[in-house]
């Protein structure tokens, strides 16, 4: 089993950053990629960024040049730097951990911007 913790949501102005963290913790030998994905009342849950262990890094296009994903081995934590927030960027973050068999998630942490 694998655990994670998210933190760092918060109520931020348009314009402005956060940074995201993602503790993991459990069996995380077999994890070969992490990332973070969001939801948004009345959407799906989308992919915003994936990182590998190998350090292979993949953004939604609609991220890209504002949002960087990276990974602390050795406090097994993965961030998510946000910056220039717009209102779009709104959701429910969610932390992502996945092995060939399984897939595992956090809890969410809210990002709210306001305009």
């Known amino acids: 089993q694998v655990q994670l913790v998210e933190s760092g949501g918060a109520l931020v102005q348009a314009g402005g950053s956060l940074r995201l963290s993602c503790a993991a913790s459990g069996s995380l030998f077999s994890i070969r990629t992490m990332g973070w994905y969001r939801q948004a009342p009345g959407k799906q849950r989308e992919l915003v960024a994936t990182i590998t262990t190998g350090d292979s890094t993949d953004y939604a296009d609609s991220v890209k040049g504002r949002f960087t994903i990276s990974r602390d081995n050795a406090k097994n934590t993965v961030y998510l730097q946000m910056n220039s927030l717009k209102p779009g960027d709104a959701a429910v973050y969610y932390c992502?951990?996945?092995?060939?068999?399984?897939?595992?998630w956090g809890q969410g942490t809210q990002v709210t911007v306001s305009s």
């Open positions: 992502n951990a996945r092995n060939p068999l399984k897939s595992y």
